[in-house]
T-cell receptor
Framework: GQNIDQPTEMTATEGAIVQINCTYQ??????LFWYQQHAGEAPTFLSY????GLEEKGRFSSFLSRSKGYSYLLLKELQMKDSASYLC???????????FGKGTRLHILP | GAVVSQHPSRVICKSGTSVKIECRSL??????MFWYRQFPKQSLMLMAT?????????EQGVEKDKFLINHASLTLSTLTVTSAHPEDSSFYIC????????????FGPGTRLTVL
């Protein structure tokens, strides 16, 4: 079966750095997405990693290790607007589906 | 970036009625669209994969006769919830797949369905 694990909730302070981890066990792995979702809204795309390594995009960076089935999303210089759920999702090679983790609710404290 | 629209954004209906939700890709052609359902404080659950011109592929546990999907063109897919019941109340989100280097999915804004 397919399994994606990420912490349910995290809390961090404005201006700090936070790392959200994701581990996965899937068949036919193609790539890994990170999405941000504010309450009551649809997810918005943050990153897509196919190859091992770190990809940086402004305040957000995403890392992937295919051999370890592991990814993380790194958020720097946290702002209050970063309070949201962060969804780790795996793209499956065989049928192009994207399977989502349960999401991590990130709370930012002033 | 690519834009996907969804209509309506909110709908309230009586139990037993049918509701149609439209999903459109506005600036690209989407051969594949996906329909998700999300209950409060839970993750997105894939309901079905919709391919233009062919029958949708439903996930296990999703009733295809209850959730009718039509992908009539490369820019439009519709989801019809037939004989809706209160337990069908949920946030329904569509996404359209853009093929390219990033090969990502772009999500519509979602439709909040409330069945009374």
């Amino acid at each position: 079966g397919q399994n994606i694990d990420q912490p349910t909730e995290m809390t961090a302070t404005e201006g700090a750095i936070v790392q959200i981890n994701c581990t996965y066990q899937t068949s036919g792995f193609n790539g890994l997405f990170w999405y941000q979702q504010h309450a009551g809204e649809a997810p918005t795309f943050l990153s897509y990693n196919v190859l091992d390594g770190l990809e940086e995009k402004g305040r957000f960076s995403s890392f992937l290790s295919r051999s370890k089935g592991y990814s993380y999303l790194l958020l720097k210089e946290l702002q209050m607007k970063d309070s949201a759920s962060y969804l780790c999702a795996v793209s499956l090679y065989r049928d192009d589906k994207i399977i989502f983790g349960k999401g991590t609710r990130l709370h930012i404290l002033p | 970036g690519a834009v996907v629209s969804q209509h309506p954004s909110r709908v309230i209906c009586k139990s037993g009625t049918s509701v149609k939700i439209e999903c459109r890709s506005l600036d690209f052609q989407a051969t594949t669209m996906f329909w998700y359902r999300q209950f409060p404080k839970q993750s997105l659950m894939l309901m079905a994969t919709s391919n233009e011109g062919s029958k949708a592929t439903y996930e296990q546990g999703v009733e295809k006769d209850k959730f009718l999907i039509n992908h009539a063109s490369l820019t439009l897919s519709t989801l019809t919830v037939t004989s809706a019941h209160p337990e069908d109340s949920s946030f329904y989100i569509c996404s359209a797949r853009s093929q390219g280097f990033t090969d990502t999915q772009y999500f519509g804004p979602g439709t909040r369905l409330t069945v009374l």
